[in-house]
């Protein structure tokens, strides 16, 4: 089984680009975090989110938002300018969770929010306390 799960937050807003097929692919970065103090470090993973599941997500994978990801991880090797042997972790996204706002973001540079319910839909808004109606005579 190739499987590693991790959080972490993105280096810069995703890539899109389409393959001869037309398949999308959005690549991003993701930071993560390890350790604490001065024995902290950060490792990046290189990852990739194939079709349509791609296209949907690229407007929220902008540069900081925590994510939850989820995949196949390779490690891939390579040459430098300079002719050293250089490493990076790569993952094929089977699975990503967006975790929250991005850090430091004020509201107008936030990514879109999804639409809120409509108000009449919430046990606030109906009069109720959203735990049903209880008796008074409950014992603790």
């Known amino acids: 089984m190739n499987a590693w799960q991790f959080t972490g937050n993105l280096g810069r807003d995703c890539e899109s ?22 024995k ?3 490792t990046w993973a290189r990852c990739a989110m194939f079709g349509k599941r ?6 929220y994978l ?7 990801v989820s995949g196949e991880l390779s490690e891939r ?7 050293q042997k250089r490493y990076s972790l790569e993952v094929r996204v089977n699975d990503l969770t967006l975790l929250g706002k991005r850090d430091g973001a004020s509201p107008a540079q936030q990514a879109p929010q999804p639409p809120r ?12 306390s959203g ?3 209880f008796d008074d ?3 603790f």
């Open 17 to 38: 680009r389409y393959l001869p097929n037309g398949d999308a692919v959005v690549s991003f970065s993701v930071g993560v975090k390890a350790g604490f103090g001065d």
């Open 40 to 42: 902290a470090t950060t």
């Open 54 to 59: 791609g296209e949907a997500v690229a407007p």
């Open 62 to 68: 902008l540069k900081g938002q925590l994510v939850g």
């Open 77 to 83: 090797e390579w040459d430098d300018k300079q002719g």
């Open 117 to 128: 319910q409509h108000a009449a839909a919430t046990p606030a808004a109906s009069g109720g």
């Open 131 to 133: 735990f049903g109606d």
């Open 137 to 139: 005579d409950i014992p």
